[in-house]
């Protein structure tokens, strides 16, 4: 494959960074857009270009974007916390909403190759409750909070510049992705948060019963199908996931024999906005890109606390 300039935005962050490691290794140019909100310098390898750039601000966005001239955009930059959406929906729509489209601009009319745009966008909130699991692409999309809507907002953005500037795009609906560099005092990121908890002997807390359940993915499958991408798929929305529903008490369970705890988990109420039980169904990208999952989630978990372990974490 012919190497090429690509634009990463959220690339210090915990799946952008992973990504751009990957596109560096295949020999690409790789630019790095983000605000380091979330991120960190630290996930940065030197061979990548860094920008410090809110995408809510196009001005500067346009301006990176006409000096760069990429080939390829991997849109990653978010805000991806369910519960602080409820609270300050505006936040999260003009970064979701109004930074895709910001970028969606800068590469319909600075990228001398349009090649590719391919958005990360959610399967854990954009369906909603299912009616049915494994969910797949043709599912009614009923996000239940703003996070949830604010990417099936960013869709419809990718969709309509897509058209309007001639560029394809490929969308990925992400499942719950987890492994190291995952923030363990985020919001979002059960299993990191769950690992730092335990390695400082607290015990984490779990919102609902134990039986809310999600789709586990390791972030180096993710890598794999954002590296496909570079070469397959055309305006396509992907699920990625395992199809496995793994429940909170389990996650618990399989990090608390990791660091040998013993405590139970503190139970407290459901958190409003956050789907009950969900697993993505896979099929189409697996016909599309070939891609399907090769961690097992008790791999991934080890792999993650191993990593946590080995982190300066206090709470």
């Known amino acids: 494959m012919k190497k090429k300039k690509i634009i990463v935005t959220g690339g210090a962050g915990f799946i952008g960074s992973h990504i751009v490691d990957a596109y ?29 750039v809110n995408i809510e ?42 930074g895709t489209i910001n970028l969606c601009l800068a590469f319909g009319k600075f990228s001398p190759t349009k090649e590719k745009f391919i958005f990360a966008s959610t ?7 299912p009616q049915k699991i494994p969910v797949n692409e043709n599912h009614p ?40 560099r995952q923030n363990p005092k985020g919001e979002a990121g059960v299993v990191a948060i769950f690992a730092g908890l335990m390695k400082n002997n607290l015990r984490p807390t779990i919102f609902g019963d134990g039986s809310k359940g999600r789709d586990y993915l390791y972030v180096d499958d993710v890598v794999r199908a954002n590296v496909l991408a570079l070469k397959k798929g055309k305006n396509e929305i992907l699920n990625l996931g395992t199809g496995r529903l793994t429940l909170d008490i389990e996650i618990f369970n399989l990090i608390a024999k990791e660091f040998k705890f013993k405590e139970k988990p503190i139970f407290q109420n459901p958190r409003p906005g956050e789907v009950y039980r969900i697993s993505l169904d896979s099929k189409r990208v697996r016909k599309i890109l070939g891609w399907r999952p090769k961690i097992k989630l008790e791999t991934g978990i080890k792999k993650t606390v191993e990593w946590v372990k080995k982190m300066d974490i206090n709470f």
């Open 24 to 52: 560096l290794k295949l020999g690409h140019q790789v630019v790095v857009l983000d605000d380091l909100s979330k991120g960190s310098l630290k996930n940065i390898k030197t061979k990548a270009k860094f920008y410090k």
């Open 57 to 98: 601000n196009l001005e500067n966005v346009e301006k990176i974007f006409r000096k760069e001239k990429p080939d390829i955009v991997n849109h990653h930059a978010a805000k991806a916390e369910v519960v602080k959406s409820l609270i300050n929906p505006i936040e999260t729509f003009n970064t979701n909403v109004l």
């Open 123 to 129: 399967g854990g909130a954009i369906y909603g409750n």
């Open 141 to 180: 999309l009923k996000p239940i909070s703003p996070y949830g809507l604010s990417k099936l907002l960013a869709e419809e953005v990718v969709k309509f510049y897509s058209n309007f500037y001639n560029f394809p795009y490929l969308i990925f609906r992400y499942s719950n992705i987890y492994g190291p």
